[in-house]
């Protein structure tokens, strides 16, 4: 699993400079590194300038870095996110908390339990394959309670994990940022060749041959 930052220039006029934008992605993985107390490395870094020696940034942000991109932007293993801040902060979190609860029941009265499941899915997707027992606790109810609702919905959690997967995949492979190896991997696939085989099932084509078509 993933959370990717992407930093967007508000002057829109004026040329983003290429240091500032190393130096806030560098801050924010090293906030997160003197936060945790942990060596935090990123999942990969995207720039869209030419950034000097990539050697050494990949040293720093310990993955690959790709220059040239469409975005910059810092993706983060989700892991990371839930390590604890050895400066913890109860009155900011007594503040965020709240708020970020209301989001998610919200996002979940407002959704059929298909698209809050759909919705969970594509979240957790990347680095692995998400289980309906996974799923079904984030929910707070049973396996046989969410396999129940899905089927009178006329769903399952099996078709739900084909369809996330399916439409990430066009949204990945929309963007020629992403090589095919990164979205397999977004996609929770262990190799590439298992990915081109479930793309081939849903559009008939290789991801490369669609891609090349859009």
């Given amino acids: 699993m993933h959370c990717t930052i992407e930093l967007e220039w508000l002057d829109n006029e004026q040329p983003v400079p290429p240091m500032l934008v190393g130096i806030t992605l560098a801050f924010l993985l090293e906030l997160g590194r003197r936060g945790t107390g942990q060596p935090l490395t990123a999942c990969f870094v995207e720039f869209s300038h030419s950034m000097g020696d990539v050697q050494?940034?990949?040293?720093?942000?310990?993955?690959?870095v790709r220059t040239g991109a469409k975005y910059n932007r810092l993706t983060l293993h989700r892991r990371d996110l839930n390590r604890t801040f050895v400066s913890y902060n109860e009155e900011l979190l007594e503040i965020l908390t709240p708020v970020m609860d209301q989001s998610l029941d919200e996002q979940q009265r407002n959704?059929?339990?298909?698209?809050?499941?759909?919705?969970?899915?594509?979240?957790s997707l990347a680095g692995g394959r998400p289980d309906i027992h996974a799923i079904a606790k984030e929910l707070g109810m049973s396996e046989r309670t969410l396999q129940r609702r899905l089927t009178d919905e006329n769903t399952s959690f099996k078709h739900l994990l084909t369809q996330a997967r399916h439409e990430l995949a066009r949204e990945y492979l929309a963007d020629p940022s992403l090589?095919?190896?990164?979205?397999?991997f977004l996609l929770g696939y262990e190799d590439q060749n298992s990915f081109y085989r479930a793309f081939r099932l849903w559009e008939g084509d290789t991801p490369s041959s669609w891609r090349t078509n859009i």
């Fill in 56 to 64: 050494v940034l990949e040293a720093y942000f310990g993955c690959r």
């Fill in 111 to 123: 959704r059929s339990m298909t698209e809050t499941v759909k919705w969970i899915l594509k979240r």
């Fill in 179 to 184: 090589e095919i190896q990164e979205v397999a």
